[in-house]
């Protein structure tokens, strides 16, 4: 898991604006709360007095106050109030780290990592959303017991399609049939066939569709997925997968559905129920994986040439890890429950002086 990326928190439905919203994810504990205006704010959920849980406090005018002692928070992390400390300023390391938000597509959205704002990895911009001719779903939660990596991996691997999803009738699939290439944060990939493979589908038999299906997967950071399926030379799914790693062995994932044909919103159900069922598929073969992470070292699988935007996508990761930013779970694990651990906040670098240590990391390569 890897430090300085945005992470799904949780929706905007699930952050009312009267009570705090708990949440973990990379086996550390957040907290989200709105502010008087609405706005989200996500901190760390340990109380730097003595450990009390923020997200089970309450939220008072734009403050979050810790429900052992009174404490109050405001959503840049600062303790303005001590009210056992009478009129007295609070000390100066009286902060909890507090994340920047974002607020897109449904979903309330934390950069979880230390750096400054004009260094940050971008959150992926779904340019279909608002556009015209474009009808989205609402997001749907998908809570899945696997490591999120693998998730991300099955969604990246083409060769499984015609193994784990045999109604939707995909062709074999093999090194010679797709293209990949680079961008900025992550890594793309195309299929394309001569045949029109979808005319094989309930599907698409229904709707008379033929034509060269294009389909494509990529990622955006460790954590987002896009796949792409056109139907046929006009007709485009896409789908989104927003990737919240809780730890090792669960994840919640966001996922939003648009497509750009079939637009009358009584298919929504009907696209939906499609989407869900090649969906409970992928989770039936990711919850029995095993190991359960991804194994540290290559020689542990057995990889081929038509593994190789897995590959690519490893090597990105690895790549994040020489930034320092990857979280050594094993030494987090062992210490977890002794040792209150945060992920760094941006504020880290402009001030010091900070009660609870920084969660471990694998050391940085220059
Ligand atoms: S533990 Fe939070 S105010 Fe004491
Ligand atoms: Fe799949």
């Keep these: 898991m890897y430090i300085n990326f945005w992470y799904p928190v949780c929706t905007t439905e699930e952050l009312s604006r009267d009570a705090p919203w708990q949440v973990r994810l990379m086996g550390l504990r957040f907290v989200a709360f709105r502010d008087s205006r609405g706005k989200?704010?996500?901190?760390?959920?340990?109380?730097?007095?003595?450990?009390?849980?923020?997200?089970?406090?309450?939220?008072?005018g734009n403050s979050l106050a810790c429900p052992y002692h009174g404490w109050q928070f405001d959503g840049d992390g600062k303790c303005h109030k001590i009210p056992s400390?009478?009129?007295?300023?609070?000390?100066?390391?009286?902060?909890?780290?507090?994340?920047?938000t974002q607020e897109k597509y449904g979903i309330v959205f934390a950069f979880l990592g230390d750096l400054p704002e004009n260094e940050r990895p971008p959150l992926y911009?779904?340019?279909?959303?608002?556009?015209?001719?474009?009808?989205?779903?609402?997001?749907?939660?998908?809570?899945?017991?696997?490591?999120?990596e693998r998730s991300m991996e099955n969604g990246l691997d083409p060769t499984h399609n015609e193994f784990v999803h045999p109604a939707q009738g995909f062709p074999p699939m093999h090194k010679e049939t797709f293209k990949t290439w680079d961008e900025a944060w992550g890594t793309r990939f195309e299929?394309?066939?001569?045949?029109?493979?979808?005319?094989?589908?309930?599907?698409?038999?229904?709707?008379n569709v033929t034509g060269e299906l294009r389909a494509g997967s990529w990622f955006h950071g460790p954590n987002v997925l896009v796949t792409s399926i056109f139907v046929n030379?006009?007709?485009?799914?896409?789908?989104?997968?927003?990737?919240?790693?809780?730890?090792?062995?669960?994840?919640?994932?966001?996922?939003?559905?648009?497509?750009?044909?079939?637009?009358?919103?009584a298919m929504d159900q009907k696209v939906m129920d499609v989407n869900l069922r090649i969906t409970s598929e992928d989770i039936g073969i990711l919850e029995n994986l095993y190991p359960v992470?991804?194994?540290?070292?290559?020689?542990?699988?057995?990889?081929?040439s038509s593994d190789a935007i897995v590959l690519k996508y490893r090597t990105w990761l690895e790549s994040w890890k020489q930034r320092g930013w990857r979280i050594d779970w094993r030494k987090l694990k062992q210490e977890q429950g002794d040792v209150a651990y945060v992920i760094p906040?941006?504020?880290?670098?402009?001030?010091?002086?900070?009660?609870?240590p920084v969660v471990p990391l694998m050391p940085a390569e220059s």
């Design 40 to 60: 989200p704010h996500v901190l760390s959920d340990i109380c730097i007095h003595r450990g009390g849980s923020l997200g089970k406090g309450a939220i008072t």
């Design 85 to 100: 400390a009478g009129d007295s300023k609070p000390p100066a390391r009286a902060k909890v780290d507090a994340y920047p």
């Design 125 to 148: 911009e779904i340019p279909e959303y608002d556009a015209e001719g474009w009808r989205p779903s609402k997001t749907i939660i998908l809570n899945v017991n696997c490591y999120y």
């Design 191 to 207: 299929a394309y066939f001569g045949d029109p493979v979808l005319d094989r589908t309930t599907f698409a038999k229904e709707r």
């Design 233 to 265: 030379a006009k007709s485009n799914l896409v789908q989104y997968l927003f990737e919240a790693p809780i730890d090792e062995g669960h994840t919640k994932i966001y996922f939003i559905n648009l497509r750009n044909f079939v637009l009358d919103p």
């Design 293 to 304: 992470r991804t194994p540290d070292s290559p020689t542990l699988e057995l990889m081929t």
């Design 345 to 356: 906040s941006p504020a880290r670098r402009e001030s010091g002086n900070w009660v609870l």
